[in-house]
């Protein structure tokens, strides 16, 4: 096996030790003061530390939940609201308006207002996260269910399919594919608007822990949370995608075959 | 061998070891100035194949192609392609003259208002007067590849190479595209190399067929075609010269189809 | 009246109806820390030139921030997406990057770099930075295959190529990492003047918390989001002016 093959093969270790590999070279080097660019053992050093004293263990939890209860929630608002609309044209543009309106304003921006409303727990982290997050599944709701085929439709309405049982067992069904891309790109913005949340107004949480690390200027503790951080994202998009497979196994087949 | 374009022994095959699956095999055919010459196979035996290898695109595993001589490496000056992808082949950011304009860039000893006035000639000459400001998407599959031959008109190369240009026009426009090839390539003193699976094609538009066996290819039979031009899609077709080649040539293909021994 | 102009009329009851709730609502708790709309249109009034100073310097900081990455991104996809040897094998690296997201390299930024333009910079390019790098990648890497025998065929050179063909059939892919960078780069900018106060929009925003004006808070919002969606507006209109031939690229007219 030639050489390319086998660096192709082998990308992902590959990767995780240039990355290691490199940064050791950085630090062996001294360019950076150390304060600043910790060793890789000091930061695994420091990581491990956090695990066993319990601190990080409870923040990482608090941080996915929020995330992921709050991606749920935005979800089924989203394509509840999507079913409306498809039922509605008015609703559908006067949800347009909100959303043109809403979806440009950065999370952190709704915090210190909403702090005031909502005060500092759940609700706040509610409002924000489902504020933000529900535009993506919903937006890909209604261009999926107005786009449903209509040789699909006439197949559905050969079968007796009421209006109502159409949506329910032909739009929506072929609407999913579409959808479950929606909420993908929510799971993103559901973990950013959390910890964006955290290190504004929180007093738990992963956010909240990096910036207080941060001013205490300890930056081992730091990166090992930014590991964490980006841990998090793999999670949570390893769980919508196990849903999505579940789900619509049936569309990743038929986009996956070959020609 | 001699000829405008020449194969010698061409050989091409993928993979390796056990998993080698040779596509062409010890083909030779010979292409002389002025000829309008046609490809002709049953389905999958590596025609398109055996074009991409004449045209330089792709290199063969054994033996050569010589253009003028030369021993083709990529495609050389002097030498077009038509491909069949026509919506593919055509720069969408570029309108139909743009694109014809396009395949001139190495034509020397022409300024550019030359050069455009040529092009407005030959797309003229393909019947699209009045679309040259027209973007490709703009204009329907024929035209399009009406644009397309234009540009390997245009690029003044001495050989056409045709990859199933007609394949996915429709049928109508297809007799129309034949005639106005057949056309064009008289006019502009093109030599010519069909490749198509539709026999009748083939016949019609030939001076010479060139027959290919099933996979791994080479040329079984070379039919001259003895039909006067300019030909016509009536009375050529009912020709009894005409049916004579277009029966030894399918038959020949059914034969190779069904396995059976070749006469 | 067409539908279509009845609908977009009524469709306004929605947001019409938000205010109006809005407003009961506000009335009901009777508090300054629950303005109304009525409220926040005054601040609007009130504070227009300071909001849109502070925009400004918002809005600039994103700007330099999103030349960075392109200046560097885009050269770095194309070569990444080109030699296909050194792309495919560090895909991962890129979708390690992708899974960080920009507020949580802003602590780290702080330690290094402290609160002042240049950090909030390197934030906003690393923002902008992402989608830019994946998209030029994935459209250097994958060019159909035909344009390249295309190319050949016309005895173009490998850099007439690269110049003439294979940029302008990216340009699409590209354009759109770009319209998401820049949406990223917004965000990001407000976002790291809340963490990192020292001026700009985010910093207003922050302040007005402190000082408990909560209406011109939500005036800030406001101008937040109409400037987003003007930017947003207006590299649409470029997108549909440069590559109009992309979007109409379908099935011929027949």
Redesign the interface.
Known sequence: MNAALLAERLRVPICIALVLGSWQVIFALGVVPEKYFPSIPTIAVAFWQMLTDGTVISAWATTFLRALIGLVGAAVLGIALAILSDLSPVLSRGIRYVSDVLQPIPPAAFVPMAVFMLGLGTKLYAFVIILVTVWPPYLNGVAALAGVGPVQLNTGRMFGLSNWGLLWRVKLPAALPEIFTGIRYAATISLIAVIVSEMLAGRDGIGFMIFKKAFALRTPEVFGLMFLVAINGVLLNGLVNLLRRRLTGWHIGMMERPE | MTGLLTASGVGKSYGIGSARMPIIDGLNLSIAKGEFVSLVGPSGCGKTTLLMCL???LAPSEGAVRFKGETVT????GL??V?Q?Y???L???KTNLENVL??M??VVGMDTAAKKAKAAEIIAAVGLSGFEGH???????G??QRVAIARGIA?QSELLLLDEPLAAVDAQTRADMQDLLLDLAKRFNQTCVLVTHDVEEAVYMADRVLVLGPRPTRVVREIKVDLPKPRDQLTTREDPAFLHARHEVMALIRAMRQGKALA | MTRERRIALLGLLVPLGIIVLWQAAAMMQKTPLFPGPGKVVVALWTNYPVILKELGITLLRAAIGFAVAVVTMIPLGIFLGRVRAVGKVLEPLMDMLATLPPPAIIPLVMLFAGTGDGAKIVIIAYAAAVPLLMNTYEASHSI?P??S??A?????SRFETMR??DW??SLPMIVTGARLAIASSLLVSVTSEMLLSTNGIGTYLQRSQETFKIDAGLAGIAFISLAGILVNAGVFRLEKKWLF??Y???R???
């Open positions: 045209s330089g695109l990529a495609p050389p000056i077009s392609v491909f992808d919506s593919r082949s720069l969408p950011w396009f395949g860039r190495r973007y490709p998407w703009q204009v329907s599959g035209m399009q690029s | 159909h035909m344009l025998k295309v050949k065929s016309l005895h173009l003439l063909i302008p059939s031939w992309h109409r690229d379908q011929p007219a027949e």
